[in-house]
């Protein structure tokens, strides 16, 4: 029956969602190196056995977190970049994508913590890796998007900038947003000093004395 055969895939696909749920709150708390499949099983209420039949490893469950967060970032920064809106209605397009972009990326990192800890400890490693190949896709997909973004706005940016250099500024600025918020431990204060950065960046962008 359809339905029989329905139920046991809604009662995994479901397991399989709480247990990212759990490795996603966990790894805001503390090193997602410490993070055993135990304290995943303990956090959803199942027995450590359990996570073996949703996931064959604990890489296999931060590779499916990886992908999970790569799709949701980035169809999260396609609308912004579409829509365009950022907090300076002053701002022309399409440097407001930009600047929406940047903002819905600082936002999501507020809203989900643990995956840049995630990857921070992943690029750590000096061999390569699943995790690490998930997390250049990742890089590779937000690059292009930006370089697509500055790319529209060269009209509006000052004569002889590098694009290319001018996204991993971007990039960049983000990922010192979050770093600093991981010193001081206050990720919410990514939301207050994000404006500012971007300001000065956009400033660069713009900038006619920019050589």
Do not use: C
């Amino acid at each position: 029956m359809p339905t029989s055969t329905r139920q046991p895939k809604q009662a995994t696909e479901i397991r399989q969602a709480s247990l990212l749920d759990a490795a996603l709150q966990l790894a805001s708390q503390r090193s997602p190196s410490d993070i055993t499949t135990g304290d995943l099983a303990q956090a959803v209420g199942i027995t450590q056995g359990a996570v073996f039949r949703h996931f064959s490893s604990k890489e296999a469950i931060w590779l499916a977190v990886l992908d999970w967060a790569t799709d949701t970032l980035m169809t999260r920064l396609h609308t912004a970049a579409r829509e365009g809106t950022g907090p300076n209605p002053n701002t022309p397009q399409p440097l407001a994508a930009l600047q929406a972009v940047f903002m819905n990326h600082v936002e999501f990192v507020i809203a989900y913590p643990g995956i840049p800890r995630i990857i921070f400890q992943e690029l750590q490693h000096a061999q390569d890796t699943p995790l690490k190949a998930r997390v250049r896709g990742l890089m590779q997909q937000y690059r292009k998007l930006i370089v697509d973004l500055l790319q529209q706005a060269q009209p509006r940016l000052a004569p002889g900038i590098d694009l290319q250099a001018a996204s991993v500024i971007f990039i960049g600025s983000v990922q010192g947003l979050v770093m600093q918020s991981m010193v001081n431990g206050n990720v919410n204060s990514m939301a207050i000093q994000a404006p500012g950065v971007f300001a000065i960046y956009l400033r660069g962008l713009t900038s006619k004395d920019t050589p």
